[in-house]
């Protein structure tokens, strides 16, 4: 991977349209609307009064005399008053409607968002669909079928703390060492007999290993009823587990201090896409801090949830909690401040980012099997729907050696930029957080500027009108490089907003990270034999199937065989509690099984390769059987044509009369794309 950044030469509190210290370095992006490069930085983060203000003072410096009033009059205009040409265009242009009804704590900041944007927002609905939907909480809080909407259905059931650390193990099976960032995990009360007795040979192997581990409830958030536990016995089996399942992981003891406080960095990643994967991050973040100084764990001082804990809906009833307005103090701060501190002590932090990028990278690939049946479920092919992005927080705890291991994810990260504040005993305000709003508003308005619905319908329509001028004509007209645009449409939308706090990391570093998309082709064969459309479980006769037309049974492996190895797995897994709303095999028991027969017909390989080899084993009889498909249906076409002449025109040059053929031609030419690029 190319270096992600370069540290910075001073220490100066960054901005959210500025660099941070080895943000991941993509390439240099002009200002938007010729915003000069010394412009005052995070300007498009501020409230609208205060862009108010510097709009009216960049009008004030225009051209002077009439050409130059005539300027500043096409600018003042409403939208929908006549101008001239350019004025007209401009002032007809579709704003991007955006529905934001359910947007919920996010409201506020995505509020001055649409104002910087200048979009149109429906704070209570609408009838007529909207370009966007934003909610606050999930996919499913209506139903809409055009557009995006900001969140993927199965995301907040993805990110559970169970599901999340059995994906990554999945992951870590294949490839420990790529996937050695999250800590070691057990499932309670299902792994609990298993925890007990690797902690003890653990034990047993190193009399000196001490170990603290940490107790997450499954569903909990903000903190709630967390604990940590020095030894097995101390896990509170009693009602709570059975009934609110938990993951145990061990605890990090040696975290990066700062202060003397241990904290986390909450950093923000868009997934634009699911297919094809595309991911952001964002360049700057929040660092949470404990409000007590940290101390590793005893007996004496597990209990204190201060001092040990770095969630912010805990911290803030410590006594010792600093709301500021500098980003540099407080004990929430932003990560670039944290990124200059560390610069100035000599630290790597071009190679801290290149380690964060990998880390988010290989989990959204941990993740993307899953969220593929679950976007197939809900939104099948071939039936309206509305397309979907999301904005991901990644909770980041530093080690002392500064390698980065992650906490957690969230699929719903707080977008607030107020706190509250107690004004009398019992009576609390909202007050603005300065730094919640540097931080968010920048991530939420890029987001929106990233998907903007008008963006591509801009560029077909400019390229329609755009006459094919030479530079040199430019010139002899005396129209220079920053004329052009208004010549060709009037004012950029994006006009004087600062350059994107979003990186684009996936597919930039695709090359780097496409080994490691093996369940992801696994999750495929799934979904081809899923058979009925909204369904996310595998059903005995899918399965036979899969396994009939992959050519995976023979002497040594019956058909009677394949029916046991589904029922065992099958059965398994729905002990666990896994989605009883459908029976039949789910994906984690399907990856189970194809492992279990990779390791069968593969067995001196590493699991990774037998994985692979499988898969292209499997990927090649479907290609064959897609082709043998193709062959028999353009004989039946034939066939077809010299029973009924008058038909053959239309059966050998309409298109859509052989869809599902071209298809096929797909699916071999994508098989021969794997032969040639193999892992």
Known sequence: MEPAGAPPRGCAPAREAEEPPGSPALPAEEPQGGQPAGATPGEGALPAAAGRERERGRRGAGPQGPAGRAERGRGRRAPGRRGGEEGGRAARRPRVTVDSSKAKTSLEALKISLRQLRWREFPFGRRLPCDIYWHGVSFHDNDIFSGQVNKFPGMTEMVRKITLSRAVRTMQDLFPLEYNFYPRSWILPEEFPLFVA??????????????????????????????????????????SIQSRPAVVQEYICKPLLVDKLKFDIRLYVLLKSLEPLEIYIAKDGLSRFCTEPYQEPTLKNLHQVFMHLTNYSLNIHSGNFIHSDSVNTGSKRTFSSILCRLSSRGADVKKLWSDIISLVIKTIIALTPELKVYYQSDIPAGKPGPTCFQILGFDILLMKNLKPMLLEVNANPSMRIEHEQELSPGVFENVPSPVDEEVKVAVIRDTLRLVDPQKKKRKDVQCQTLEPVSEASEELLGAGPAERPERDGGRSPEAGLPSLCLKQVFPKYAKQFNYLRLVDRVAALFIRFLGVKGTTKLGPTGFRTFIRNCKLSNSNFSMASVDILYIDITRRWNSMGIDHKESGMCLQAFVEAFFCLAQKKYKSLPLHEQVASLIEFCEYHLAALDEKRLVCGRGLVERRSAVVPCQTDGLRLTPAAHTPLLNRTAAASKFADYRNHRY
Request: glycine residues 12%; negative net charge; hydrophobic residues 30%.
């Open 198 to 239: 690797e902690v003890h040979m653990m034990k047993d192997s190193d009399p000196s290993w001490k170990p603290t581990f940490i107790v997450k409830p499954d569903g909990g958030c903000q903190g709630d009823g967390i604990y940590l536990i020095k030894d097995p016995s101390d896990i509170r089996l009693t009602g």
